[in-house]
């Protein structure tokens, strides 16, 4: 008996040591350390809006939170054509050379003028669309003042973070950053007088983030320079085109719908429809940290191990996949709980919008999963673009008619019908592609 007593110390240390040591390394490994820092962020991300929201909606009027979520709709459009894909071509590119400064170096300045170009081109076409509308005019300044959004996008560089997987620096900036909004929200925005002063502050993000950047002494850029020629920047925009295009399909429903519904039915209904879907975006949020870290380590495996990148890419559908079908269900079944705890009983009629909406956080991520970290990686930009286009092209003929029968309801289901249809439509084409590789 002593000595089964003496071994059974040795047996046990024999499992504890290897896990122990298994755990380290995967603390200590940089996808899951940039993830556990953009987790906590992320947490944020999720836990202010449920504070700034509610006080947001009981401060201003339906109409004038409604007429925030307008104009940042409209100024979505600004926010495609000045990302031009480059968000992830960059950051795939970046990821590819990080070992090469003076690569890294190249792709940085030359997207930054390339970005830079496409926002004096998006200010000069969002100036038109608001000048030539009546109703815009007489609400120029909240859509000048949400033109922030598209400044911000170009100010602040998440994507050459990304690429080099230094996604805690971005997780302490835009920690910051959400703090000193979230304030600015609770100090500042006393009546719907403040409405201006609202819509800037739920527009400066990305530009907010810049800005503690600088104040932190973080580099947003890389030490060595390069000046672009017209030639490097007419390269960048090329290779960027196709996805582009995919993305820019995606305003047939993401900012389209919002807008059309303010249109036909007036700013309430956006406040309605604008409730639910800050809603879903604060639950979806939470696997953009895992997908953000995964995506540049994608990019590198895809191009040298491709057996691991697939184990990573499936390991990852695994771990979100399930809870965030659980997560769905749970919000459809208390949606009008959380649309009361979130903005009273005023906007209860948000709450068949969430109900609606509740599968979404299931279906963008699947998309995501399949277009960002799969189909970008493995060059199917063109497939993909195809793809969201005909999605793009469904929710539009579905709009009209949702929208003058059910108002919010019906764009919030013309909403969920596209982004159900894409990820069918990607894994159709990625089996396709992968057959045709194997054969």
């Known amino acids: 008996m002593m000595c089964r007593d003496r071994k059974a110390p040795l047996a046990r240390q024999d499992w504890i040591t290897p896990v122990n040591a298994a755990i380290t390394r995967l603390i200590r490994h940089p996808l899951a350390r940039n993830a556990v820092a953009l987790y906590a962020v992320q947490g944020l991300n999720f836990l202010l809006p449920l504070a700034v929201l509610p006080y947001l909606l009981r401060t201003l009027s339906a109409e004038g939170y409604g007429s925030i979520v307008f104009a940042q709709a409209?100024?979505?459009?600004?926010?495609i054509l000045t990302e031009f894909g480059f968000n992830l071509t960059a950051a795939r590119d970046i990821s590819i050379a990080r070992d090469d400064p003076v690569k890294v170096a190249r792709i940085y300045w030359t997207t930054m003028a390339a970005k830079a170009l496409l926002l004096a081109v998006s200010t000069a076409l969002m100036t038109v669309v608001v000048l030539a509308d009546g109703a815009f005019r007489r609400q120029w300044p909240?859509?000048?003042?949400?033109?922030l959004l598209a400044v911000g996008n170009v100010a602040f560089p998440t994507w050459y973070f990304q690429g080099l997987e230094r996604l805690r620096t971005v997780a302490v900036v835009q920690a910051v950053s959400k703090c000193v909004i979230a304030a600015g929200v609770f100090l500042m925005v006393r009546s719907p007088r403040d409405l201006l002063l609202a819509a800037f502050l739920m527009s400066s993000p990305q530009l907010m983030a810049a800005l503690t950047a600088r104040a932190l002494g973080i580099h947003v850029a890389p030490r060595l320079r390069f000046r672009p020629s017209w030639a490097d920047v007419r390269a960048a925009l090329a290779d960027g085109t196709d996805l582009f295009l995919a993305i820019a399909?995606?305003?047939?429903?993401?900012?389209?719908?919002?807008?059309?519904?303010?249109?036909?039915?007036?700013?309430?209904?956006?406040a309605y429809y604008g409730l639910g879907n800050r809603l879903i975006q604060a639950v979806q949020g939470l696997t953009t940290p895992v997908t953000q870290a995964v995506f540049p380590r994608a990019s590198l495996l895809l191009a040298s191990n491709p057996a691991r990148a697939w184990q990573l890419i499936r390991r990852t559908a695994a771990l979100l996949l399930p809870g965030l079908a659980a997560v769905s269900v749970l919000m459809a079944v208390m949606a009008p709980s959380l649309v009361r705890l979130v903005g009273g009983g005023k906007y209860a009629?948000?709450?068949?919008?969430?109900?609606?909406?509740?599968?979404?956080?299931?279906?963008?991520?699947?998309?995501?999963?399949?277009?960002?970290?799969?189909?970008?990686?493995?060059?199917?930009?063109?497939t993909l673009r195809r793809i969201y286009f005909a999605v793009g092209v469904l929710n539009l003929a579905l709009l009209p008619g949702l929208v003058l029968w059910r108002q919010a309801e019906g764009a919030a289901t013309a909403l969920v019908v596209a982004e159900a249809v894409g990820p069918v439509l990607m894994m159709i084409s990625l089996r396709r592609h992968l057959r045709g590789n194997v054969a």
């Open 74 to 79: 409209l100024m979505g459009y600004a926010i």
């Open 142 to 147: 909240v859509f000048a003042v949400c033109g």
């Open 249 to 270: 399909s995606t305003t047939l429903y993401l900012h389209t719908n919002a807008f059309v519904l303010g249109l036909v039915a007036g700013d309430r209904s956006v």
């Open 349 to 382: 009629a948000a709450a068949p919008v969430l109900r609606i909406m509740a599968p979404l956080p299931l279906l963008v991520t699947a998309a995501a999963l399949l277009s960002q970290i799969v189909m970008v990686n493995l060059g199917l930009t063109r």
